[in-house]
DNA sequence: CTGAAAGCGCTTACAG
DNA sequence: CTGAAAGCGCTTACAG
């Protein structure tokens, strides 16, 4: 039905070796004469080499799977999001196509991986498992070249990048406490992130440092979303006065923004009552009512560093160890001195 | 390297085509007492079929692809992500594999078209291509079977599903006018866009309806954007008490949002002062200040049709015409009777 | 510089 | 009910 290599080697009086030669410019060096010859008839049939045939042929595909959860619109987690984009655009730069998995749940990745190394793609990037999930340890058993953003792990053949989380939190609870505040609380995603773990670590590194006592630093976890950050301000807010504390650090931007809104139902202003920090720089952090101090990930990079170490996996390079890029911060207009 | 039929079929005994028919179940029989030692070794060697080399050999990846325009994160338009989220589901629905593509700008999906039909997907549904894009009409010169979503073309073997714009539009426009509002204004997206224009179209209509004057109805083109519907809503209220607007009718929710935010930056009240409307009933809508009147696009029907069109269109059933969806007004806090 | 041939890992008429 | 064989459309040693 439509026009294959043979088209073109029968029009052009060639084997279709040689059509093959003249496409992919080798591995045999081809006549110009010949050359030109076969690019005619390639134009004129508009041919397109079918990629399927040469994917079996080479056992490649250039094309990278990419698993991450499904994400209710409603619910949409603007980090993914911008991890993904950062992936796609490295994915165009390196010629490599992309396949996205979705599910709704962690759990059910499990039992879609025969989908994942079915040869449809030639490795995996998986965004964001939780340490619960032990997808990314049965594509290592299954030998699937795999690359995790947004955890680091110990697994032998796959490679990890993601921010310095520890550094991170540490350094924008710094900045909080520098400006005089001496009562925080910190607000955490779900726990089973391995970023919730590190970031607590961070923030705590950075409390010990200003011989901040325990009782003056709250954490509490919750998840990484809006009304989280809404509900958990909420109740901070009923405690008496001289125990609220002056700053909420929050683990992501929309735990910020949630946490603002809380503030401003309350009558209350942010930064001059109470300053605020996000974590991401995602869209949130600037659409919000008061512009959020946070920390940048640098999503172009994390994308494009998972892209090409992948790809140094997929060529037989041993490419051991994680990568661990730094965070920015960003100060905006939600963090100001400790009031008087 | 990986296990294949051929270690299947000498580890059981059998040919290589009695692995494939219990396999896939068919097209022969085979008795149960092979089938049972069969899929024994099949799972003691873990083995997966490989579905590239299925593909080649069936002529079918069971994979759809998904053309749209690259979101910069930062201007995400969610109705995009809204129509994504509701193909993918339906591709999971109907087992199909999903690839994205995605292009900056719809001038380079034009020379990414060999990518589109390289064997590596069946099928194509473009999301929201503008009028000036000729994209779809070169998948219709090759054959691809094609589906678009968010436009309606009379384009041959394409079919088209989209919600009914004009229908919808004139719905919400005539909500605004039932609450006795007298001047009102449209904000529109992007005039390349099919959407706008016949969104527009319902407009006017329901315009005609009331009888409202040519100068009583502004139509202002430009983005389907936030900071659009912002500076156009500013220039707007600079207007004369008298000319002004009571109500602002907008083509999508970002530039409602937009509008919301202008009018209470110069310290007007929605809906008290000025009525809002947006389009689409995306995430925006709710998070907005003012919770907004809109339009609910059926994601997931939109998406369900689009997949669902395109398998039939696969599997050789010749469907023509295009699907048009109803759109549900939704009324929240943005719209208000005209003020006294 | 060019070509005949084997092979990638499956599916599926065709024959028994 | 089971198998031998051709074929899907390419790539690439191997030979000339």
Redesign the pocket.
């Known amino acids: ?2 026009t ?3 088209d073109i080697a029968r029009e052009s009086g ?5 059509v ?2 003249v ?2 410019g080798g ?5 110009a ?2 050359r030109e010859r076969v690019n005619a008839v390639v134009r004129r049939l508009d041919y397109h ?2 990629a399927v ?2 994917g ?4 490649r595909m250039d094309t990278l799977g990419i698993i991450y959860t499904y994400w209710d619109v409603n619910t949409t987690d603007f980090y993914f999001l911008s991890v993904l984009h950062g992936i796609l655009s490295a994915c165009t730069r390196h010629k490599q196509a992309s396949t996205l998995f979705t599910s709704r749940h962690w759990n059910e990745t499990a039992t879609a991986i025969s989908q994942y190394s079915d040869g449809r793609c030639d490795g995996i990037i998986v965004i964001g498992p939780p340490d619960d999930c032990n997808l990314v340890h049965q594509l290592a058993e299954r030998k699937v070249p795999t690359v995790v953003v947004n955890t680091m792990l110990e697994q032998t053949h796959v490679a990890c990048v993601d921010v310095d989380n520890v550094n991170a939190m540490n350094t924008i609870t710094k900045h909080v406490l520098s400006l005089g505040h001496r009562k925080v609380a910190l607000l955490t995603g779900e726990p089973n992130m391995q970023s919730c773990s590190l970031r607590t670590l961070g923030f705590q590194a950075a409390c010990d440092e200003f011989a901040i006592p325990d009782e003056d630093r709250r954490v509490i976890e919750g998840q990484y979303r809006t009304d989280s950050g809404y509900d958990r301000t909420m109740k901070l807010l009923e405690l008496p006065v001289e125990a609220r504390p002056t700053a909420i650090c929050a683990t992501n931007d929309a735990i910020a923004s949630g946490a603002i809104a809380a503030i401003m139902d309350r009558g209350l202003r942010v930064p001059y009552d109470i300053s605020v920090t996000g974590f991401d720089d995602v869209a949130d952090a600037k659409m919000c009512q008061v512009p959020i101090t946070t920390m940048r990930q640098p999503f172009s990079v994390l994308g494009g560093e998972a892209v090409s170490r992948l790809i140094h996996m997929l060529n037989g390079e041993t490419v051991v160890g994680n990568t661990i890029v730094p965070a920015e911060l960003i100060i905006r207009d939600s963090t100001a001195p400790r009031p008087a």
């Open positions: 039905m439509s294959t290599i043979r060639v084997s279709i070796s040689t093959s030669y496409l992919n591995p045999k060096p081809v006549s004469h010949v080499p079918n045939a040469r079996l042929s080479r056992r």
